[in-house]
């Protein structure tokens, strides 16, 4: 074996690292998108997720995980709709908002209400309106299925793209 660089490998005879596990997770480059609801208390509430994957196409179904231990957790489970609303380039300000700890993320935000007064965001690469499906433990988060019941695409928007602990962007391959 021609190894270029170290790597790391986990086997049962070593505890596991968990930091080393995360960073290695961090190697895929995910979208980035806000999750969005309608909180019980008729509030919008909404945290920034990269979580977000394709299910099925007939139905029409995607997936985004939840820490079991948010504060917002209850809120999401009660929740009739959720909005995924997959940011853009120009978006990172929007990003770290809605990942920060702040009172109310949507102070001063521009947003029109979806279905199940879901908030969509503007300028958004694609928004996926669902209901609220079922819902699967899956360790220390919890997995939520919604069926996508309205959806937008922006093709002419790029992605925001996060990977390695930072913000990318998209560049075609030069061939």
């Not at 029409?60 to 939840?66: E, F, Q, T, V």
């Not at 609220?132 to 309205?150: K, M, Y």
Request: hydrophobic share 45%.
């Amino acid at each position: 074996m021609n190894a270029t660089a170290p790597f790391s490998v986990a086997s049962p005879a070593a505890p596991f690292d968990s930091r080393s596990f995360r960073n290695a997770l961090g190697s895929y480059a995910t979208g980035v998108t806000v999750v969005t609801a309608l909180g019980p208390d008729g509030r919008p509430l909404g945290l920034t997720v990269n979580s977000f994957s394709s299910v099925s196409l007939e139905p029409a179904l995607i997936l985004w995980s939840l820490a079991a231990q948010s504060p917002s957790r209850e809120a999401f489970v009660q929740a009739s709709h959720f909005a995924v609303n997959v940011l853009a380039l120009d978006q990172e300000a929007l990003s770290n908002r809605f990942a920060s700890r702040a009172e109310d993320k949507f102070a001063d935000l521009d947003w029109a209400p979806g279905l199940g007064g879901a908030p969509l965001l503007p300028g958004c690469c694609a928004t996926f309106q669902c209901a609220n499906e079922a819902r699967h433990p899956g360790g220390d988060h919890l997995i939520f299925i919604g069926r996508v019941e309205a959806f937008e695409h922006q093709p002419e928007r790029l992605p925001l793209v996060f990977q390695g602990g930072a913000y990318r962007q998209l560049a075609p391959l030069g061939r």
